[in-house]
């Protein structure tokens, strides 16, 4: 399974961005997913995380109000709208994801390669 995330970029702070994760691969189950992020010089943090079905979401305190967490199970993505972004936002921001494959039933956890999010004032 293969995590690629995309949509980061240079933004202002105050404005807006909506990363996704694409999820490809063959017989594979996806269950929890989540995007974490790690600024220089800090430690990786999850940010948010979504169950399988979408029906639970869990933020870190620092972005809740400002960032959403969804998925689209069909197309195997995953997605995070940022508003209100601050300079503190500034981070790679990494998707990740754990489930199962389905013919071994094996469980599998893995990351994307991570994107940068740049909030200047």
């Known amino acids: 399974v293969t995590l690629v995330e995309s949509g980061g970029g240079l933004v202002q702070a105050g404005g807006s961005l909506r990363l996704s994760c694409a999820a490809s691969g063959s017989a594979f189950s996806i269950n929890t997913m989540g995007w974490y992020r790690q600024a220089p010089g800090k430690q990786r943090e999850l940010v948010a995380a979504i169950s399988s079905g979408g029906g639970s979401t869990q933020y870190a305190d620092s972005v809740k109000d400002r960032f959403t967490i969804s998925r689209d199970n069909v197309k195997n993505r995953l997605y995070l709208q940022m508003n209100s972004l601050k300079l503190e936002d500034t981070a790679v921001y990494y998707c990740?994801?754990?489930?199962?494959?389905?013919?071994?039933?094996?469980?599998?956890?893995?990351w994307g390669q991570g994107i940068m999010v740049t909030v200047s004032s």
């Open positions: 990740n994801a754990g489930g199962l494959f389905v013919l071994t039933d094996k469980y599998f956890e893995v």
